[in-house]
């Protein structure tokens, strides 16, 4: 009976310490699960991805994934000529609300076609359906437990005759900061940072970011493009970088699984 004693205790403590060492490594698998991010973009052609077929172009949003780390997925919905009203009215927000986790992140830019008074399904007034269907975002994140994080319109590139860095978005910005300030919603100010960087460039090299491209220097745009609103590559990444830079300052837990890039 004694020895039959001694190897039922034994069986106890190796089965104890199996149940133990398990539990520690599903803990450590949970946590390491709980860490994984996504961030969805709800926005316009300044934040979409693009083939290929449209090099040199890009948005910002295309261009945000290659600065987190692979605990963060970046999954950007943002389509060309959308509007805060028509995404919603196109169910693409719909769509995100349906897969957007507690802990995700969404980034919400709009403005560039909410501006269009002439076409009434993307119009919206600033001081009215405007922040009302920017609610919609902010309280459907919300609801599934995600972080909603509103990014004022990046600046199209305005200058004056004596080569002042111009705002070109009205009372929108302005607007989608005070929605912020009332739904207590970190705000990413994309359009005064944007402004500023293009100020210190200037004129000239602030079109060296934009479509502006002379004829024949890209085999998609034989003609050349002079366009004011739309990314170059290499301007969509100094856009990213503009965000990243209001991740900090907000200092959201983003900041954590964001890459170091040498500039």
Sequence with gaps: MGRNKVFMFGISVITASLILYTGIHV???????????????AGDSTVSNYPASLSPRSGWGQELSNRFDSHVT???????GR??????????????????????????QFGHNDEKREDPSR????????KSYLKQYIQGAREKGAIPILVTPVER??????????????????AMKELASEENVPVIDLTEKSRELFQQLGPEQTKKL????IAGEYPHYPNGAM????????GAIEIASLVIEGIDE???????YVRKVDH
């Design 27 to 41: 803990s450590k698998a949970s946590s390491k699960a709980e860490q994984e991010i996504t961030i969805y973009l």
């Design 74 to 80: 970046v999954i950007n919905q943002a389509k060309p």
């Design 83 to 108: 509007s805060s009203k028509s995404f919603i009215d196109e169910g693409r927000l719909q769509w995100i609300l349906h897969h957007i986790n507690k802990g995700d992140y969404l980034f919400i």
């Design 123 to 130: 119009y919206t007034n600033p001081s009215t359906t405007y």
């Design 157 to 174: 590139m305005s200058f004056s005759v004596g080569g002042m860095a111009q705002a070109s978005h009205g009372e929108y910005p302005k």
């Design 210 to 213: 934009f479509m502006w491209l």
């Design 227 to 234: 366009d004011s609103t739309h990314f170059r590559k290499n």
């Design 250 to 256: 907000l200092d959201l837990p983003l900041q954590e």
